[in-house]
């Protein structure tokens, strides 16, 4: 079994090739546009480039607030965005690359639509690194600087519609070699490289900024996965599809290799004049055409135990705009009565063994999607399964288009080459994340926390919170008690978690997604005031507790009885008080003290007044 | 080492294979296996092995001698992005011999009878008057064995070529098309490809002007045609960069239809060429502050001077004394730099002393187009320089039309 890994992120800030911003909403106006595919470098069109042309589809894009003439393919790409091309030189070296003397970009033919110019512009920063796994190093291929695709937001009728605001967001690509053993060392490979990700100080951190490929191979071609959208997927997703290659196998080994022979298409449209089925019904009327075809030797393959054959030709149909795609081992379903079946399958002349398949589409599109099905039968009996698929959102993989070639790369020439010195490296050298290992050491050394803490901040992804605080706030015992202590406490107690606005209410507004707090003193936050105040940590704890258990809004707060200090004059009152009466010592008089007031107050303060105080016995 | 030979090297310790693609003395770019080509210091990339292995891929397209043929639409290509693609030895764009792998792409044409034919092969900044009359010339060839006309061209001068055509041509049996495109042929986003079809599409209309058909807005929706003389590139990249200024379209294509705008010259009967052009023109913007002896010096010598002047049609008191100077050798005739409206030199004192200079003031007409009438007219009647450039010959001057 050979797997390996692409992990694709976002950057914040510019676009890569604009000056516009990456974060927009929609602007109400659209365009619409055709691709046409066109000669690769050396004059050949490339294979999954030609499949798309048969989709012929096009394509309507949604033009966003953050969107210039460049996302609308209507001017050539601006300078490159340097402190995204440095993020991509400080994540090469954190990952043992080696940095290319130039950067020099390529045009990646893609006409589904997603890019407005037909290719994606990327370039190779660094190669052949590696990083260090339980199982030994996995090793890193290249990473690359290119632009984000637009985001989809729908597809119909043979029009996809597309909105501007991703397309240039900056990516970086960081691909494996096929190195890694099995599912569970895939998914520690992408948590280790997702740990220099996300100490990235420009990393998008939203919820579709990370992206994860998975090429995989078990001996049938190779297959690559896209759109892993989260990293506990990657393992469902690698099961899924060892399930699936294990079970064409099988299929295949039923035939000895050999395709069955997909009979003709047979018009059934008559058939269902009076159908029940409400879905035949609409679909003849909108004057669509229903048809079936018989696949010998094919029952209980097209979906029964393991074997989903069905589903393999049904994606197929899927992409030239087909939605209905049945088989005989789903029927009776669909309001089918048992007559229409029998005269279905009478007209594809199904024999005990058979199966037959019943699509309904407009006329033409069976001429098309016949040399479809068979090339894909052949496919798999012949068991050459490389190809793109796509994960879906349930941790399974579907198939997308043919495997792109290198016929796809030519050079863009609209961006000069960049050449990248040792001096340039040497000046961002700070840049570089540091390994999981390194910050343990320097969290433990810098602010004197415990290794459990400072693992605990990691394995949580507070550490960039933590650092932004500690460095605005100081007291980084305080902050990390707070972040991992305080506030999972009290969520648990009143069983709610934090709302980003509570969060922000407490910690500091966050100025971009969670990423970096602004400084406590000039916004009103608890952590602000507490600056403001010179709070000590029992006074701040009790705010925080008033805030998340008590509802008392972050306006009262500063002016709540509670969490006005004791005075050393009013603590020295009470102490007092408490001497005069009996069984006082330092153990117990926090707790008695803690009795006579609802304020905060110090109590270092407390225990040193009544050292001066206590009976002198 | 050749383009496309296979090779073996090292680059900071480590061993690849990839495929040379070129080097500056500098730096070597070689193709990875995955598609990407990286370039190097020449210094850091060591070759360990070049293949033989007579498997070098030829990329040079061969260029077909073809010649138009009868009765159907010729393409002549001259150059420009639409005849673009990349040269992967120096990694610019460069022009192709051969776009007839081009109507594999377009759509809706296959019921026109196509030719082709290469005359040229340049960027069209560098087109000068020599070339307008080869140009018309061929456009005359063709149209002698009844074709339509197509003249793929440079978007950036497309304007001017455009405008030579119309005047040199006084009467036409078929329409002259020309087209371009603002990305080039090589992008699967190109507007070549429909800018083709419309091209195609207007070629077959029963019209005897020239016409620059050009994408209508951003989209791949429509392609305009607009007229040779009033059309103008108004944006440097984009798709919808040519509008005609003051009119109306001529006509709009959108899938596999025409619809007509706004008047267009029927074809006549012959064919009237006149192929000789004098360029002693001149063409000065005029701004403030200009030096009277760089305006001296442009103009001098200039049988015909085009000014492009402020607003309604001005130039400084110190320029007004220039054209004093010259005006017995020189004709002047004034245009705007606002591009639309007309230029008015009756209203403010400074255009009244231009006109009593002998500046001739021409209404509307765009300054590119009046520097290409002025050519024409003085390579062909040059005793009636002042009275034709003010007559409207080709709509040139927008309001007659309408």
């Known amino acids: 079994m050979k797997i390996g890994l692409e992990i694709h992120f976002q950057l914040k800030g510019n676009k890569l090739f604009c000056s516009c911003s990456t974060e927009g909403t929609e602007s109400g106006s659209s365009f619409r546009r055709k691709l046409t595919p066109v000669m690769g470098e050396m004059g050949k069109v490339d294979n999954a480039v030609e499949y798309e042309n048969i989709r012929n589809r096009e394509f309507l894009y949604h033009v966003s607030t953050n969107s210039c003439l460049v996302e609308k393919d209507e001017e050539p790409p601006h300078p490159v965005n340097i402190e995204a091309l440095n993020t991509a030189i400080a994540i090469s070296e954190a990952l043992n690359c080696k940095i290319l003397d130039y950067a020099s970009f390529m045009r990646k033919i893609v006409i589904d639509g997603s890019n407005t110019s037909g290719f994606q512009r990327t370039g190779i920063i660094g190669m052949d690194g590696y990083i260090e796994t339980s199982k030994g190093p996995v090793r890193i291929s290249t990473i690359t600087l290119e632009e984000d695709a637009c985001r989809k937001i729908s597809e119909k009728h043979g029009r996809a519609e597309y909105s501007l605001d991703r397309l240039g967001i900056p990516l970086i690509e960081i691909s494996t070699e096929p190195d890694i053993a099995d599912p569970d060392h895939a998914l520690e490979t992408a948590k280790a490289i997702g740990h220099f990700v996300m100490s990235m100080n420009n990393f998008r951190r939203e919820v579709d900024s990370i992206r994860q490929d998975v090429n995989f191979s078990m001996g049938f071609g190779r297959v690559e996965i896209k759109g892993v959208s989260k990293l506990s997927f990657i393992k469902d997703t690698l099961d899924y599809e060892i399930k699936r290659q294990k079970a064409l196998n099988e299929i295949s080994g039923k035939f000895s290799g050999r395709s069955p022979e997909l009979g003709k298409f047979i018009d059934i449209s008559d058939i269902f004049t009076n159908t029940g089925s409400s879905m035949i019904k609409k679909a003849i009327a909108s004057g669509k055409s229903v048809m079936c075809a018989r696949l010998p030797g094919c029952n209980h393959l097209m979906k029964y135990g393991n074997y989903r054959l069905g589903r393999e030709l049904a994606d197929v149909a899927k992409n030239i705009g087909i939605g209905g795609l049945m088989h005989s081992d789903e029927f009776p379903a669909y309001g089918l009565m048992d007559d229409e079946l029998n005269k279905i399958y009478q007209s594809a002349g199904k024999m005990d063994n058979d199966a037959v398949i019943v699509v309904i589409a407009d006329k033409p599109s069976f001429q098309i999607l016949r040399p479809l099905l068979i090339e894909r039968m052949d496919k798999i009996m012949k068991l050459d399964l490389a190809e793109t698929r796509a994960a879906t959102p349930s941790g399974e993989t579907r198939y997308l288009r043919p495997l792109a070639g290198k016929e796809r790369m030519y050079p863009e020439t609209d961006i000069p080459l960049i050449q990248i010195t040792e001096d340039h490296i040497e000046n961002i050298k700070d840049m570089v994340p540091k390994s999981i290992d390194e910050i343990k050491s320097e969290l433990v050394e810098k602010y004197k926390l415990s290794y459990v803490e400072a693992e605990s901040l990691i394995n949580t992804n507070m550490l960039s919170t933590f650092l932004s605080i500690v460095k605005d706030f100081n007291y980084p015992s305080t902050v990390s008690r707070i972040l991992l202590q305080i506030i999972p406490e009290f969520e648990k107690k009143r069983d709610k978690k934090l709302t980003p606005d509570e969060k922000a209410d407490i910690l500091g507004v966050a100025l971009s997604q969670g990423n970096s707090y602004s400084r406590n003193d000039t916004v009103i936050s608890i952590l602000g005031i507490a600056k403001r105040k010179h709070w000590d940590r029992s006074t701040l704890e009790m705010a925080i507790s008033l805030y998340m258990l008590d509802n008392i809004p972050l306006s009262e707060l500063e002016t709540r009885q509670e969490l006005i200090p004791l005075t050393e004059e009013e603590i020295r009152k009470v102490i007092t008080e408490l001497v005069s009466s009996a069984d006082i010592s330092e153990k117990n008089i926090i707790v008695l003290f803690r009795k006579k007031t609802v304020r905060a107050f110090d109590p270092k303060v407390v225990i040193k007044i009544f050292r001066e105080l206590k009976p002198s016995n | ?402």
Not at chain 2, 1 to 7: A, C, E, H, R
Not at chain 2, 88 to 103: E, R
Not at chain 2, 322 to 335: A, Q
Not at chain 2, 365 to 374: F, P, R, S
């Open chain 2, 1 to 402: 080492m050749l383009i496309g030979q296979k090779v073996d090297f090292s680059y900071k310790g480590t061993e690849y294979t990839g495929t040379f693609i070129s080097s500056s003395g500098e730096t070597i770019t070689v193709k990875l296996g995955s598609g990407y080509n990286i370039t190097l210091n020449s210094d850091s990339f060591k070759v360990l092995r070049e293949y033989d292995d007579g498997n070098i891929e030829d990329n040079q397209r061969t260029a077909t001698a073809s010649e138009c043929g009868n009765n159907g639409t010729c393409i002549l290509t001259t150059g420009g992005t639409i005849g673009s693609s990349v040269d992967y030895k120096t990694g610019a764009v460069k022009p192709v011999k051969d776009i007839s792998y081009l109507y594999n792409f377009v759509n809706n044409i296959s019921q026109f009878k196509l030719y082709h034919e290469n005359i040229e092969n340049m960027l069209s900044e560098n087109v000068d008057s020599g070339k307008w009359v080869t140009f018309a010339r061929k456009a005359r060839d063709a149209m002698k064995k009844g074709n339509s006309v197509i003249i793929f061209h440079g978007t950036d001068t497309m304007q001017y070529s455009a405008s030579a055509l119309s005047f040199m041509f006084e009467e036409q049996t078929k329409p002259i098309i020309f087209t371009g495109s603002q990305r080039s042929s090589d992008r699967p986003s190109s507007d070549a490809f429909l800018n083709i079809e419309g091209s195609i599409h207007f070629a077959s209309m029963e019209m005897g002007e020239v016409g620059i058909s050009m994408h209508t807005d951003t989209a791949d929706d429509s392609v305009s045609l607009y007229r040779g003389t009033r059309a103008r590139k108004m944006h440097t990249s984009s798709r919808n960069a040519f509008i005609s200024i003051g009119e109306h379209a001529m006509a709009r294509y959108s899938n596999g239809t025409i619809s007509e705008e706004t008047y267009m010259k029927k074809p006549s009967e012959n064919i009237v060429l006149k192929d000789k052009l004098d360029d002693s023109v001149g063409l000065i913007y005029f701004y403030p502050g200009m030096k009277e002896e760089d305006f001296y010096n442009l103009a001098y010598n200039k049988k015909a001077v085009i000014i492009m002047g402020t607003g309604l049609g001005h130039v400084s008191s110190g320029v007004l004394n220039i054209i004093k100077k010259l005006e017995k050798e020189t004709s002047f005739f004034m245009t705007s730099q606002c591009i639309y409206g007309n230029v008015n030199m009756n209203v403010y004192s400074t255009g009244r002393d231009l006109l009593q200079a002998g500046v001739i003031p021409l209404d509307n007409m765009l300054a590119e187009t009046a520097l290409v009438k002025a050519m024409y007219i003085l390579g062909n009647y040059p005793d009636s320089l002042d009275k034709l450039m003010r007559a409207n010959l080709r709509g040139e001057i927008e309001d007659i039309l309408k």
